[in-house]
């Protein structure tokens, strides 16, 4: 079975905006962006599942951990010196951001999860929402430790 998984990303979102001029704002390139009316998938013969807003995304992808705060180091890394863009963009553009936070437990391993307080201060200091996805795969427990 699959090891525990994370994933930590930084997204800024709205329902349209540039998402050439966030990138040449912040001078980052994303890892995902899409815009509003992408396509999500195809869902029958005449029907596609289309993206209800648009986003830009920095993500470490998923790596397998047992410990958050190494995977939320990266993006903090690349957006700690930005605060001030990031507030000028949410302005301009009406975006929101939210920190996600992706795990996925496999085998009954659950990871240590620390924010620690450079990172909430900026998180605050931009308007960050965090948002905590967990995903708990069933496993089997003998009892025989």
Known sequence: MDKTKIMVY???YADDFPLEQVTARLGLTPTRS???GDVIRKVSTN???RRSYSAW??????QESLDVSKLIEPIFVQLQDQADAIKELKKDFGLECRFVIVIVMNEGYTP???LDHPFI????SVGADIDIDL???????DGSD
């Open 10 to 12: 930084f997204n800024l």
């Open 34 to 36: 899409f815009k509003k």
């Open 47 to 49: 029907y596609y599942q």
């Open 57 to 62: 995304q920095l993500s470490t992808g998923y």
């Open 112 to 114: 240590g999860f620390h």
């Open 121 to 124: 201060e900026f998180a605050n």
């Open 135 to 141: 995903y708990a795969n069933p496993y089997t427990d």
